[in-house]
DNA sequence: ATCGGCTCGCGCAA
DNA sequence: TGCGCGAAGCCGAT
C-alpha cells in the first residue's frame, strides 16, 4: 500500500484517531472493495495504528421508494464484494434499520478509534452523517469515493452550466487521476465477536414493494460491472457519437453499476488510458462520465432543493410562472403515466422501456421528462410524477445524475433559455419531430411496445 | 443538408 | 461595459 489517499479527498471531522482500536468504514454509496478510496483511507489508518478494520454496511428497510428491484441489485452485488472482503481478511457486518442509529449503536458496542465513510450529496445521507458526527464518540472521515475531483475541491459553489465547470475539473485531474493501490489482506485480523444480520435475513426483513420484479438480463456486482466496461470498451465505444440513437446499442450501460458503486469512475478512466484509446468516441464518453457526472454531484451538493422546483435557476421558474395557466394539450394522472397510457406511443415505448429493463435511453429520458412537463397541470406535478417514476423503476434512481437530468429536462438547470412556447416557457422544448429526424422512431417502438405483458411487473399489468 | 434566430447570464477582456 | 458562447432543440428559410 505505498499510494496513500490524497488528504484533500477527505473530509476530517472530529479530528485524527487518537488510541489503537479498530477501524469502521461505512460503505452506503461505494458499494466495491477493489478501487475505492473510503476503504483505502480506512485501512490506511488502520495500518497505522495496528489495528483490524471491519466495513459495516446497513441496509435501510425503506429507502427513497426504491423497491426490490433495486434492494435485490444492491444485496446480490454486495455478496461478491463481501467475498473480496472475506479474502482480504476484512468482515463486513451488516446490520438492518436506520442506518444512522445502527451505526452510532455500533459505535458503542465496539469503541472504533474511526469511523471512515462515504461523501453523499443526497439531503438522507448528509443527515446520516451529520447524526453520525454529533453523536459519536471517534473521528468520522468522509471520502469522496464518487467523483475523481472532489465535489469540494472541484467547486466551492452551485455551477451555472457544463461550460463554467468543465475547466474546474479538467484543471485537477492531473492531481486526482492516480492509479489506485491493490487491496492486500490486512495484517491484523477481525478478534471481537460481533453480531452481523445474514444475507438470508436481510431479504427475508425487505419491506419493500416487490411489485417491481429484479431485472433479469443484467447481473448486478463488481464483476459483472467489469465485464459490461470490457464489452462496452472493445465492441461498441467507436459507436459512442452515435449515442443518441436508442435502437444503436451504443451507450455504456455502466449507469446501475456507477450508481451503487460497484464500478469506479476513475478506474473506467484509468482503464482507457490503459487501452490508449483516444478520439472523438473517447472525449466524449470522458465528457459525460467525468465533468457532467460529476456536475450532478456539484449541482445536489449546493442545492438543498435538488429535487424541487425551488431549486430550478430564477428564469426557469419565471417563465415556468407566466405559463402555470396555459392550457395542456393533454393531461394524465401518475398511474397513467406509471401505465404507459398516454397517446404517445414513443413516449409509451419509453415508460415500457424503463418499466421492463430497469433503465431508460439516455436521449429518450430527456423526451420522457420533458412531456411529462407538458401533459401536467403544473411543472410541480410533473417534477413529482418524473422523480417517482425514475425512482421506482430505474436501477439507477436515487442518483444525483436523475435528479439533475430531471431538473434539466423540465427545469432548464444548467440549460439555457429558448423560444418561448406554450407551458414550456422559455425551457428548452423537444416533441417527435425531433426524434423522427434523428432516428427510426416506429423501430423503438416496436421495440418496446411489442414485448409481452406478462414480463411486465404486476403494478402495470391491466 | 445547413444556417440563423430564438433566449439567458456567466466569465472574461477591456 | 460589451461580447462570446453554451449538456443533448425546433423551425423555417435557403
Redesign the pocket.
Known amino acids: 500500500m505505498d499510494n496513500l489517499v490524497n488528504p484533500r479527498r477527505v473530509r476530517v471531522h472530529k479530528g485524527e484517531p487518537q488510541r489503537s482500536a479498530p477501524v469502521v468504514y461505512w460503505m452506503h454509496r461505494e458499494f466495491r472493495g477493489k478501487d475505492n478510496w473510503g476503504l483505502v483511507r480506512a485501512r490506511q489508518e488502520a495500518l497505522r495504528l495496528g489495528a483490524p478494520i471491519a466495513v459495516v454496511f446497513c441496509l435501510a428497510p425503506s429507502f427513497l421508494g426504491a423497491t426490490l428491484r433495486q434492494y435485490d441489485f444492491l444485496l446480490r452485488g454486495l455478496e461478491e464484494t463481501a467475498e473480496s472482503l472475506r479474502a482480504a481478511n476484512i468482515p463486513l457486518i451488516m446490520r438492518s434499520g436506520d442506518p444512522a442509529e445502527e451505526i452510532l449503536g455500533l459505535c458503542s458496542e465496539l469503541h472504533p478509534a474511526l469511523v471512515v465513510t462515504d461523501f453523499d450529496p443526497l439531503r438522507i445521507k448528509r443527515k446520516w452523517l451529520h447524526t453520525l458526527i454529533e453523536h459519536s464518540a471517534c473521528p468520522v472521515h468522509e471520502v469522496d469515493s464518487r467523483n475523481i475531483v472532489p465535489a469540494w475541491i472541484a467547486s466551492s459553489h452551485r455551477?451555472?452550466?457544463?461550460?463554467?465547470f468543465?475547466?474546474k475539473i479538467h484543471r485537477h485531474l492531473q492531481e486526482f487521476l492516480v492509479p489506485y493501490p491493490v487491496l492486500d489482506p490486512h495484517p491484523h485480523a477481525w478478534s471481537s465477536p460481533v453480531f452481523s444480520e445474514t444475507f438470508f435475513s436481510l431479504r427475508a426483513g425487505l419491506k419493500v414493494d416487490n411489485r417491481v420484479q429484479p431485472v433479469t438480463d443484467r447481473e448486478p456486482g463488481e464483476t459483472a460491472a467489469q465485464a459490461a466496461l470490457d464489452t462496452f470498451l472493445d465492441m461498441r465505444l467507436p459507436d459512442y457519437p452515435f449515442?443518441?440513437d436508442p435502437n444503436k446499442q451504443a451507450c455504456s450501460n455502466l449507469s446501475p453499476y456507477l450508481h451503487f458503486g460497484m464500478i469506479s469512475a476513475q478506474a473506467i478512466v484509468l482503464a482507457i488510458r490503459r487501452h490508449g484509446l483516444d478520439g472523438e468516441a473517447v472525449d466524449g464518453f470522458i465528457e459525460?462520465l467525468v465533468v457532467?457526472r460529476e456536475?450532478?454531484d456539484n449541482?445536489c451538493q449546493y442545492t438543498q432543493e435538488y429535487d424541487k422546483v425551488a431549486g430550478f435557476?430564477?428564469?426557469a421558474r419565471?417563465?415556468l410562472e407566466r405559463h402555470r395557466r396555459d392550457p395542456r394539450p393533454y393531461v394524465y394522472s401518475d398511474e397513467q403515466f406509471d401505465r404507459a397510457e398516454t397517446h404517445d406511443m414513443l413516449w409509451n415505448a419509453a415508460q415500457r422501456q424503463l418499466v421492463r429493463s430497469g433503465t431508460l435511453h439516455?436521449?429518450m429520458r430527456?423526451y420522457w421528462a420533458k412531456k411529462i412537463l407538458e401533459w401536467t397541470e403544473k411543472p410541480e406535478h410533473a417534477l413529482e410524477i418524473a422523480i417517482r417514476l425514475n425512482d421506482r423503476y430505474a436501477l439507477d434512481g436515487r442518483e444525483t445524475n436523475g435528479y439533475?437530468?430531471i431538473a434539466?429536462s423540465i427545469g432548464g438547470?444548467?440549460?439555457?433559455?429558448?423560444?418561448?412556447r406554450p407551458v414550456f416557457g422559455?425551457i428548452?422544448?423537444?416533441?417527435a419531430?425531433?426524434?423522427r429526424?434523428?432516428f427510426d422512431v416506429n423501430r423503438y417502438i416496436r421495440t418496446w411496445m411489442t414485448e409481452q405483458s406478462s414480463l411486465l411487473p404486476a403494478s402495470v399489468q391491466p
Not at 438547470?413 to 418561448?420: C, L
Not at 428548452?428 to 416533441?431: L, T
Open positions: 455551477e451555472f452550466m457544463a461550460r463554467t468543465r475547466p449515442r443518441n459525460e457532467r456536475l450532478s449541482f435557476p430564477e428564469w419565471r417563465s439516455s436521449y430527456m439533475t437530468g434539466w438547470v444548467h440549460d439555457r433559455g429558448w423560444s418561448e422559455t428548452r422544448y423537444m416533441n419531430a425531433g426524434c429526424r434523428k
